[in-house]
Structure formats: structure tokens, C-alpha cells
């Protein structure tokens, strides 16, 4: 069964930085994408940055320039620099596999304090 957990969260003030790490059962080249989806109070989740398995990034703009995704083989990671109190929201990865089943871990929360 494939699990995700994420770790790394916690409270920082504006212009710091965290890095969040997910931790996969499996090879993180197992699936076709990984990455990391967010989701503040009473907004909609959405997808921060994904890294494909040939090595292929995709970021949101509202984080480009300021976040990186990288990974080693089994874990996934979000190193995010210069944070903003908007960057708060609780951070998801997530893979899709070959099949095309999406697998989410539980998410960490990210505060960014003004």
C-alpha cells in the first residue's frame, strides 16, 4: 500500500524559511508525479510544485523563485524561501501513480507570521 507522510512544518516569520520533506513507502520514481499541493482556510486546495520522473518541474507562479522541489529516491522535498503570511495553508503531497491513482499523505501545517 502505498503511504506518504510529510514533516517539516511549523511556525516562521515572513522572509524565513522551512523545508517540508515527504517520505514514501515506495521509490519516489515509482510514480509518474510528486509533489506538493496546499490548502488555506477556506480556500481551495491547489498545486504548489510537482517534479515528474524524468526529472521535470512545474511550480505555481505565486512561489516561483522562491520554492524548489528536489527529491533523492525516497523522499520528496520543498525547500521554501523568503515566506510570506499568504504562503500559510496546510501542505499535502502527493503522487500519482502509473496507474493513474492519486495518493495523498495527511499534510503539515506551514505559518507564516507577519
Known amino acids: 500500500q502505498v503511504q506518504l507522510m510529510e514533516s517539516g512544518g511549523g511556525l516562521v516569520q515572513a522572509g524565513g524559511s522551512l523545508r517540508l520533506s515527504c517520505a514514501a513507502s515506495?521509490?519516489?520514481?515509482?510514480?509518474?508525479?510528486i509533489g506538493w499541493h496546499r490548502q488555506a482556510p477556506g480556500k481551495e486546495r491547489e498545486l504548489v510544485a510537482i517534479?515528474?520522473?524524468?526529472?521535470g518541474t512545474t511550480y505555481a507562479d505565486s512561489v516561483k523563485g522562491r520554492f524548489t522541489i528536489s527529491r533523492d529516491k525516497y523522499t520528496v522535498y520543498l525547500q521554501m524561501n523568503s515566506l510570506k503570511p499568504e504562503d500559510t495553508a496546510v501542505y499535502y503531497c502527493?503522487?500519482?501513480?502509473?496507474?493513474?491513482?492519486?495518493?495523498w499523505g495527511q499534510g503539515t501545517q506551514v505559518t507564516v507570521s507577519a
Open positions: 502527493r503522487g500519482i501513480a502509473v496507474s493513474g491513482n492519486a495518493y
Open positions: 517534479i515528474s520522473r524524468r526529472g
Open positions: 515506495g521509490s519516489t520514481f515509482s510514480f509518474n508525479n
